[in-house]
């Protein structure tokens, strides 16, 4: 069974500073999705990456995918109290069923202002 | 366009009792999942459905769980009897295709609460 291990587990930082969240695993991804997810609500995609080394940008969030696809970060640069929420990392184990998406524990992000 | 909707957003009953948690997905979506999340176990796949017919359903505990999906509408996820660590968040998510970088859309959730 695929295990994604999301690093760290919590994480209270004050309003323009910047962080850097982990998702790895020792299984190889074909795919890698980062989820947020807000208190009450169910989880929204925010990207989907493919390509080992691939990294996107949206806004103040850098996503990369590690050259060998085991593992992905999330940066996010001048946080501010609108990131705050749960940031989940999913991945389709390239050995497995492509429909199976296994979620980690998220990181849980407050942002002060 | 209206997103994934599921019912009840909370549901507190007691031990031994029947619940139904139920989730229309989004119109055109072929693809219906039910997940589980718990503070201890982060989101579970329950059980994956492809053109309303069950595909994956090894996430499911125990034969007390059922789901449901009689039409590309509507899907019943059914706990019978409910026991207190069934209590969770129950998500049911829909996808447009079958292809695995394809986006989950999420309901709100259906918080279940079993005393």
């Known amino acids: 069974t695929q295990l994604l291990e999301q690093s760290p587990q919590f994480l209270s930082i004050q309003e323009g500073e910047n962080l850097t969240v982990y998702c790895n695993s020792s299984?190889?991804?074909?795919?890698l999705q980062w989820y947020r997810q807000e208190p009450g609500e169910g989880p929204v995609l925010l990207v989907t990456?493919?390509?080992?080394?691939e990294v996107k940008k949206l806004k103040r969030l850098t996503f990369q995918f590690g050259d060998a696809r085991k593992d992905s970060s999330l940066h996010i640069t001048a946080a501010q109290p609108g990131d705050t929420g749960l940031y989940l990392c999913?991945?389709?184990?390239?050995?497995?069923?492509?429909?199976?998406?296994?979620f980690g524990k998220g990181t849980l992000l407050t942002v002060n202002p | 366009d209206a997103g994934v909707i599921q019912s009840p957003r909370h549901e507190v009953t007691e031990m031994g009792q029947e619940v139904t948690l139920r989730c229309k997905p989004i119109?055109?979506?072929?693809?219906l999942f039910w997940y589980r999340q718990t503070m201890m176990r982060g989101l579970e796949l329950l059980i994956y459905?492809?053109?309303?017919?069950?595909?994956?359903d090894s996430g499911m505990p125990e034969d007390r769980f059922s789901a449901k999906m009689p039409n590309a509408s509507f899907s019943t996820l059914k706990i019978q009897p409910s026991e207190p660590r069934d209590s969770a968040v129950y998500f049911c998510?829909?996808?447009?295709?079958?292809?695995?970088?394809?986006?989950?859309?999420f309901g709100e959730g259906s918080r279940l609460t079993v005393l």
């Open positions: 459905f492809n053109n309303n017919v069950p595909i994956d």
């Open positions: 299984s190889v991804f074909s795919s």
């Open positions: 990456v493919v390509t080992g080394g």
């Open positions: 999913a991945g389709v184990d390239s050995g497995g069923s492509n429909y199976k998406l296994t």
């Open positions: 998510a829909s996808r447009g295709d079958q292809w695995d970088t394809g986006e989950l859309f």
């Open positions: 119109s055109g979506h072929n693809s």
